[in-house]
């Protein structure tokens, strides 16, 4: 057995604190084994580990032949005879360092022994730079919290529609022409016209690296453990690169398309000469292409495309697509590298050392997997970290998903369901971080952190090991310790949250707070006096119309909001729906489930244009109240209300009675989550319900329909 015995400095600050229980400690990400002696500690002056001298304080081992750990696990131990560390590989006694950093505290690291070693080879976090520029310090400080909490991938996504961010000596015009604009914020450059200027402009907005940044910036992180992947997007979102060579477009015209030619020989010099210059900056094995979202509008009609489709004998433009994907991952493999693009690439000619990361959900990833494909799984209703992490009424605007802590700790990258030829070929997980809403960098650390630390406990830790109440607890002191180094860290909210489940038949009310620390009380009769609430113990159950007063309170005193809603025992509940649009999801506005704050979570039914909807309720029945929530967003993908919504009823199915016209209120014009109910009233008698939606707008969410 090869071992080296070596012994080294470590410079350590304090993230973190000591716990009196056995097994716990405030270390993110959770380890794999992990035995603590709460009562014991070892005393180190913080000045020894300041230094660069050698000294004992440390002892390393590095077994070269220590497989059990892999390439990046670690053995630590603190006791009565010091520190000592064994690993296969510095890499492991460098996250070794990274669990001593978190346990010291005060002079004082506990008396703990660990075995250690990540779920996933890929650990990543994604930012893209062309809608909002970060500054190369910027970068820095995200990967100096990505290199505490064992993030190990940077996903570099350097341009995009909203700027070209990386210098290429090949196409200067990138950088001189695409890399500025009119207006700092996205949204307001939008609203201008979304052009570029020079970057000789006096008033101008944006910025690119150069390659000595660049350089530098791969060197930071590689001493960091961390690979920089770097991202430049083909075939699509490539406005920026026709504002500055419109030859490379089917129109011929900067500001009309994103889409590159693909019957344009010069799009695959342009592609080579790009890629190769990338490649030489970047030492990573993965290069990564975009290829998502691309529109196939000008190929249908370019007559380049069109011959080129002739002369391949391609009976649709989609094949197109496939066409430049290929193209890309021959250049990527002449390089000895590994093409890497969003799920959209999949296709069965695509060889298999590309790499699928799936955004749309994690069902393409895993068909790739099946296939044989090396994935990595980033799906955007829990890892897009640009969402929404609390109630869209009281956060700083983001786009239009919701994405609290607890939802992005609990994905299950590997349900067990999975086989594990699937499981082999996953290699990891990414959250998210686009910059369409984040426009500075104070915007950028509060839509990071803490999620990014949950996106580390995905990445490292095994589920069995995982627990919501423990990393809860736990997160809420690194939050103080991130805030404490000036990071704008989101705080754990005391809002409460509501949900509705069902078990035996019973309804049943839960309610929840994202902080751990409070105690809940609620009324059941609209009393929001404090002193007359019930402490919440257990789950209530909903008979009837129940209306909810809830607070959260901390040492007696109440944090944050009131929360009051009614719910019912809904008369519609599992009956028969139908509608003009004939989907198999119409059944979520009849299951009984209250929406959340997105209209993502599968609660909402998201339609647009004029539509019906029918409820049968097998029988005649009286009724008091037919109820409807809509959503009115000012973000993202926004949501609109309809018009008015035409309420009638019948006992037939075919001769209906109009009931009532309700028209939507004016709600504020504001990048805010708003809701307003289009309900009746009134003593009625019927076996359906129609409802029929005007709306001249776009997309728009229904919630429940409650017949009570």
Known sequence: MARILFYVIVCVSFIGCT???????????????????????????????????INDILKVTLDTVADDLGLEGYELVVDGNGISVSAKTEI????????????????????????????????????????????????????????????????????DDGGWRIEIESYPKLTQLTSYRTAWEWKEWWKEGGEFVSEHSEKK??????????????????????????????????????????????????????????GNEETYVFMEKVLNEVMDLFPSEFVHIGGDETSTKYWKTCSSCKKLMKKEGFDDVHSLHKYIISKAEDIIMKRGKRMIGWDEIANDDLGKSSVIMSWRGEKAGLRAAKKGYDVVLSPLHYLYL??????????????????????????????????????AHVLGVQGNLWTEWIASNEHLEYMA?????????LGWSYGNMRSWADFRDCVDKHISKLRKKGINSYTLSGDINASVNYEDGNMLL??????????????????????????????????????VCAAAFCNGKRVGDIYSNVFYRNKAQSKKISSTLGWS???????????????????????????????????????????????QLRAGARRYLPEHVEFYISEDGE??????????????????????????????????????????????????????
């Open 19 to 53: 716990s009196g229980k056995k097994t716990n400690v405030n270390i993110i990400p959770r380890p794999l084994e992990c035995f603590v002696d709460g009562h014991k500690t070892m005393k180190v002056a913080f000045d020894v580990f300041e230094g660069n001298e």
């Open 92 to 159: 492991g006694v460098y996250y070794a360092k990274q669990t001593l950093k978190q346990l010291y505290n005060d002079g004082e690291i506990p008396h703990v022994r660990i075995k250690d070693k990540p779920r996933f080879a890929h650990r990543g976090l994604m930012l893209d730079v062309s809608r909002h520029f970060f500054t190369k310090d910027e970068i820095k400080n995200i990967l100096d919290v990505m290199s505490d909490y064992k993030l190990n991938v940077f996903h570099w996504h350097l341009t």
């Open 205 to 262: 907005h944006g910025g690119y690296y150069t390659k000595d940044d660049i350089r530098e910036i791969v060197k930071y992180a590689s001493e960091r453990n961390i690979t920089i992947i770097p991202e430049i997007e083909f075939p699509g979102h490539s406005r920026e690169v026709f504002a500055a060579y419109p030859e490379l477009c089917c129109s011929k015209e900067p500001y009309r398309q994103n889409t590159f030619c693909v």
């Open 386 to 423: 640009d969402y929404f992490q609390a109630s869209p009424t009281k956060e700083p605007l983001a786009h239009d998903g919701h994405t609290p802590l607890k939802k992005v700790f609990t994905y299950n990258p590997l349900p067990d369901s999975l086989a594990s030829v699937v499981n």
């Open 449 to 457: 952190y803490p999620r990014a630390l949950a996106v580390a406990e």
């Open 510 to 547: 839960e309610l929840e707070a994202e902080r751990g620390d409070v105690e809940i009380r609620y009324s059941l009769n609209n009393d929001t006096l404090f002193d007359n609430m019930t402490e919440y113990v257990r789950p209530i159950e909903i008979k009837n119309s129940l209306n």
């Open 585 to 631: 999801n119409e059944k979520t506005l009849i299951d009984g489930y209250i929406g959340s704050e997105t209209y993502l979570d599968g609660t909402w039914f998201n339609f647009s244009g004029n539509q019906e909807f029918v409820v049968d309720l097998g029988e005649s029945l009286s009724v008091n109240k037919i109820s409807t929530r809509w959503m």
């Open 655 to 708: 001769n209906y009675k109009l009931v009532k016209v309700v028209d939507k209120e004016k709600l504020n014009d504001v990048p805010a989550l708003q809701y307003q109910k289009f309900e009746v009233d009134g003593n009625l008698k019927c076996r359906f319900i129609k409802l029929s939606v005007k709306s001249d707008r776009g997309g728009m969410s229904v919630d429940e329909i409650i017949v009570v």
